[in-house]
């Protein structure tokens, strides 16, 4: 029998009202020229929690609170051969100010209206951003053929936005 494996990879939601920040994508890494959510590969021995936290700090230097991340939706993506499972946080409160300390992998970080997403949105961002808005805590999915749809959580399952920083 062979086991099912997958990239494990954490996203950062931050909002301020209506609006959410993105990075565009430089370089040479995946989504390279589209816009996403902060995001990244977890590391051996790290938590999820621990993953979206360092790469606040790498990315965008600022330091979040464990306690003040909320899991806002799961995706899992098929990319080719590959599975990625993707957990999308919505930080609540992050102390510092943005910045992009990654600009060999982030050609800029800026706020855009929820009701006016940029153009090109990494499909991934765009699954998780979607599922967070329409059905938080919800598991979404989709594969190369853009065929995606969204588990939404069970009845009674509470739905969390607290947007203070």
Request: contains cysteine; negative net charge; glycine residues 10%.
């Amino acid at each position: 029998m062979t086991t099912a494996t997958a990239d494990l990879d954490v996203h950062v939601i931050l909002r301020q009202g209506a609006e959410i920040l993105l990075a565009l994508r430089a370089g040479h890494i995946y989504g390279s020229g589209q816009w996403a959510a902060p995001c990244g590969k977890v590391h051996p021995g790290e938590t999820l929690a621990e993953a979206a936290v360092r790469e606040a700090t790498e990315e965008l230097g600022i330091t979040i609170d464990p306690g003040d991340l909320a899991v806002a939706q799961t995706v899992h993506m098929r990319h080719g051969t590959t599975d990625h499972l993707g957990v999308f946080f919505e930080a609540r409160t992050w102390q510092g100010a943005l910045r992009n300390r990654e600009p060999h992998k982030c050609a800029a970080v800026r706020w855009f209206p929820l009701a006016d997403l940029p153009h090109p949105l990494m499909d991934y961002s765009a699954a998780g951003i979607h599922g967070y808005l329409t059905a938080p805590g919800a598991l979404s999915s989709y594969n190369d053929a853009r065929e995606a749809r969204t588990v939404r959580p069970a009845a009674g399952t509470p739905a969390r936005h607290d947007h203070r920083n």
